[in-house]
């Protein structure tokens, strides 16, 4: 980017400066390396030493690194610097950002650094942070440019060169006299526009805008479908009230994104970095989720148990051996199928009134893969049961096994997909993260229905 080097000092040339204690080698150093990469850096070394570099770092630098730091860094760098510091920082830093700071850490440490801002940030910092939680009134900063419909372009550019703070001048917004939004002007537009136009003949009426409490993951999907770098913030009387821009976005998607997998994982997710997470808590978050899948999985151990008594020893022996082939496939087209459906689901390209549309996609390729699979099975099952043929009741020939476990498989995997298809697309309904309904569990549900169908055929077809 221009105006940061591209010459990042390496992590043992920063040891190396602070064992010989040569602080000023170490500022220089840093010296015109971007926040995020002296970030990156710091988070490399000691607690200690970390805080000896960041003290070096001029204001404006270290509000951005401790923008850019991971949440233990930041930590341990509000917690090691002294407070009238942290506070000029977060003075400097866009509103939104310093909220988000704050936000994190203890209540009466908040409200410490709070006291120390200056009067007009720590209200406006007081503002965000009394919006709720994950709302795009926590992502807005509210230094936007507003103008007025009967300004000449002119006029807005006196305005635009007073302007002492502002977070991005990409668009413009114009206002009525009571702040309502009626208008937006690109820059570009208001460039090449003449200097005597007025700003109402010039802006774009009605923009696209979300509000207070519009959740931010519907701001991200806005942002991502308009290809947009800046969105106004309105309140419920439709003023004006501030603007989300396209870097807190990036991070809601990547926060997002982790938070899915690990979903899907069948793990809660965690708030903070793995390695600043403690093992307990990281035990607590997965704990809950093992249980209840242990208890699902009893259901596989009580298809079993039914069908010991109807399915000779020597048979059910044989069986037995194909159990893990047939729930394995079971599992695994279901992971894939949930995977994806997920996926569809979050870039709306499937919702509940295509649920019928889905299926019908799903089952007719589940059948395809099963009658692949189901091949497969077969000839393996068959040179098995060959192979194991003195230890199977003499009135059962060896392909009759085969032919179990081949029309199984094909049936367990359409069984799996439409399972895998309609849980999801029934938890987006009914405001539920598909997510959560993660693999794992998806893949419990079809062990036992899986074995259920397994032994079923068994049954018939062996008589």
Known sequence: MEGY???????????????????????????????????????????????TAFSLLPDFEASEVLDEANSSLTAELMESVDDERIADLLDTLPM?????????????????????????????????????EDSAGRLMTQDVAVLRANWTVMQAFAYLRALTETETLHYLYVVDAVGRLTGVVPIRNLVLAQPERTIGEIAIPDPIHVYLDTDQEEVAEIFA????????????????????????????????????????????????????????????????WLLLLFFASLLSGSVVAIFNGRISAPIMATLTIFITLVIGTGGNAGSQTVATIIRAIAVEE???????????????????????????????????????????????????????VACTLPLVVVWSNTIATIIPILAERFNIDPTVVSAPMITTIVDATGLMIYYSLAVVLLG
Do not use: C
């Open 5 to 51: 080097t591209s010459e990042i000092p390496t992590i043992e040339e920063l040891e190396g400066f602070l064992e010989r204690n040569d602080l000023n080698a170490l500022r220089d150093a840093l010296a015109g390396v971007h926040p995020a990469d002296v970030a990156d850096a710091l988070e490399e070394l000691s607690a200690e030493n970390a805080v």
């Open 96 to 132: 939104d950002d310093a909220a988000e700071l704050l936000e994190d850490l203890p209540e009466l440490t908040a409200e410490r650094l709070l006291r120390l801002m200056e009067p007009e940030e720590s209200r406006e910092v007081r503002a965000i942070l009394s919006y709720p």
């Open 225 to 288: 479908r308009y290809d947009y770098t800046v969105l106004p913030v309105n309140d419920s009387d439709e003023k004006l009230r501030g603007i989300v821009t396209v870097d807190d976005v990036i991070d809601i998607l990547a926060e997002e994104t982790t938070e899915d997998i690990q979903q899907l994982g069948g793990s809660s997710p965690l708030e903070q970095p793995y390695f600043s997470v403690p093992t307990f808590v990281v035990m607590r978050k997965r704990v809950g």
């Open 350 to 404: 499937v919702r509940l009134g295509d649920l019928s549309r889905a299926l019908r996609r799903e089952i007719a390729a589940g059948f395809m893969m099963g009658l692949v699979l189901g091949a497969a099975g077969f000839v393996f099952a068959a040179i098995y049961a060959y192979w194991q043929h003195d230890n199977i009741a003499a009135s059962i020939h060896p392909l009759r096994i085969a032919l179990v």
